[in-house]
């Protein structure tokens, strides 16, 4: 008896490994595919965010990488500056939720001088379907009520959920994912606000979203 427990135990173990194995393949094979996608749809994200009218620059080479920061969801991200007519009116910040229900939650936020927002879109997250989702503009267009909105230190309350006293609308069932987003836009704001010249006196850095998405093209 215990010989056949000890067999029928090996093959249970063989099975995890291969599954181990066969997960980690997958995940490699996979990985730039993903990463080449998601650069794809932040390249359509900046032009719909800051429409071409509005600015003279290309937004995708006009980018610099900043430190990881708190504001920022203590990652490195990028930066595009937007810029018309010589002026300097815009900044598009990539910054991550890190406390979403399902974890990180990618997101770029559009933002002027004025520290008003121009828009925001969630370019990954792994929120519950259904619920969580709705942070998407594909699933709904809750992202689109922080469009025009302006951050000071004045209107700090005003940047939560309904169900905070904020002006922000919770999802039914799910308080958590919508939390984590406002709170990161919020924070994008007042980092575009603490760094508000500094960011257009460096150089560009890091090269073109688009030269990726190429190069993986044939991929896709």
Same mark, same amino acid.
């Given at each position: ?13 063989? $099975? ?11 995940? =490699? ?12 749809? @932040? ?25 990881? #920061?708190? @504001?920022?969801? /203590?990652?490195?991200?990028?930066? $595009? ?6 002026? /300097? ?9 890190? #406390?979403? =229900? ?27 379907? &259904?619920?969580? *989702? ?6 709904? *267009?809750?992202?689109?009520? +922080?469009?025009?909105?302006? =951050?000071?230190?004045?209107? %700090? ?7 905070? &006293? &904020?002006? $922000? ?26 760094? /508000? ?7 560009? /850095? ?5 030269? +990726?998405?190429? *190069?993986? *093209? %044939?991929?896709?």
């Amino acid at each position: 008896m215990m010989q056949y427990a000890g067999k029928n135990g090996l093959i249970l173990a063989g $099975f995890a490994l291969v599954t181990t194995v066969l997960i980690a393949i997958t995940f =490699y094979a996979t990985k730039d595919k993903i990463e080449a996608a998601k650069e794809k749809q @932040l390249l359509s994200v900046l032009n719909e965010l800051v429409p071409e009218q509005q600015h003279d620059n290309e937004l995708h080479t006009d980018c610099i990488v900043v430190p990881a #920061d708190p @504001l920022l969801g /203590n990652k490195t991200q990028r930066i $595009f500056r937007v810029r018309q007519a010589g002026e /300097n009116t815009g900044v598009i910040i990539e910054t991550t939720a890190p #406390d979403g =229900y399902s974890g990180n939650i990618d997101l770029v936020v559009a933002v002027d001088r004025q520290q008003t927002v121009l828009g925001a879109r969630v370019i990954a997250h792994k929120e519950t379907p &259904g619920l969580g *989702d709705k942070i998407d503009l594909r699933v709904s *267009d809750w992202i689109l009520s +922080f469009a025009g909105v302006k =951050y000071s230190p004045e209107t %700090e309350e005003r940047w939560q959920v309904k169900k905070d &006293g &904020g002006q $922000f609308d919770q999802f039914t069932g799910a308080t958590i994912t919508p939390r984590a987003v406002v709170a990161a836009v919020k924070n994008a704001v007042i980092y575009a606000q603490q760094q /508000n010249q500094t960011l257009f006196e460096q150089a560009s /850095n890091c090269g073109a979203p688009s030269d +990726f998405v190429e *190069d993986n *093209d %044939e991929s896709l």
